[in-house]
């Protein structure tokens, strides 16, 4: 999937062995992504976020859509629906590995 159509989307920290997830740094449990990174501490590709300075891993998020839904990874169909609502693209418009 192209990385660049998250920007904008909302996300959340994941859940670990049961547990609330913690807080991003701004002290909210949903964030705006801003831009993506590579996470300086990890090595792996990361968020940046509108809200605070913060970096997450992608892998320690879930993407929301419009209704604050989580996007499950596997959910392909709905992730592009997601994608392609916020762009004003048509399916039509773009190849699948494009997304």
């Known amino acids: 999937m192209n990385t660049k159509y998250m920007i904008g989307l909302k996300c ?3 859940r670990k062995r049961g ?32 809200e605070d300075t913060s970096c997450v891993d992608f892998r320690s998020v879930i993407l929301l859509d419009d209704d604050l839904e989580e996007i499950g ?4 169909a709905r992730q592009r629906h ?3 609502k916020r ?9 699948p590995d494009e997304l």
């Open 12 to 14: 959340k920290k994941t």
């Open 19 to 50: 547990k609330e997830p913690k807080p991003f740094k701004s002290k909210s449990k949903i964030n705006t992504i801003k831009g993506i990174t590579v996470n300086p501490n990890t090595d792996l590709p990361a968020f940046t976020f509108e």
């Open 73 to 76: 990874q596997s959910d392909i």
């Open 82 to 84: 997601v994608i392609l």
């Open 87 to 95: 762009t004003g693209d048509t399916a039509k418009q773009r190849k």
